[in-house]
């Protein structure tokens, strides 16, 4: 397995959870990074991506103001601090690789994924 996501669990609106993703390769912080989230019944969406420079972060409308992504090369791990959750923020995370250097709000742009982890927010 080379992306290993952490950190989901159960939380009420409001409040706030920190998910985490290490990267087993260790060439791929020369890899865009990304977070992905897939609700019930929903198509999976993008959440937030970094460059490879642990710059250039961009986020979804849905999710600006209330997540941050962090990245530490040096660890080849990324986060994703998320505050002032919703119940509409329930769904399965993923952290995935981007193909290119840069981050992309488009699945297709990344080439690995992580296993998920799972965040509900009760109301």
């Known amino acids: 397995v080379q992306l290993q996501a952490s950190g989901g669990g159960l939380v009420q609106a409001g409040g706030s959870l920190r998910l985490s993703c290490t990267d087993s390769?260790?060439?791929?912080?020369?890899?865009?990074m990304g977070w992905f989230r897939q609700g019930p019944e929903k198509e999976r969406e993008f959440v937030a991506g970094?460059?490879?420079?642990?710059?250039?972060?961009v986020y979804a409308d849905s999710v600006k103001g209330r997540f941050t992504m962090f990245r530490d090369r040096a660890a080849n791990t990324v986060s994703l601090q998320m505050t002032s959750l919703k119940p509409e923020d329930t769904a399965v995370y993923y952290c995935?690789?981007?193909?290119?250097?840069?981050?992309?709000?488009?699945?297709?742009?990344?080439?690995?994924w992580g296993q998920g982890t799972l965040v509900t927010v009760s109301s």
């Open positions: 995935a690789r981007a193909r290119g250097a840069w981050a992309s709000t488009t699945a297709r742009d990344y080439a690995y």
């Open positions: 390769r260790r060439t791929s912080s020369n890899n865009g």
């Open positions: 970094v460059a490879w420079n642990g710059g250039n972060t």
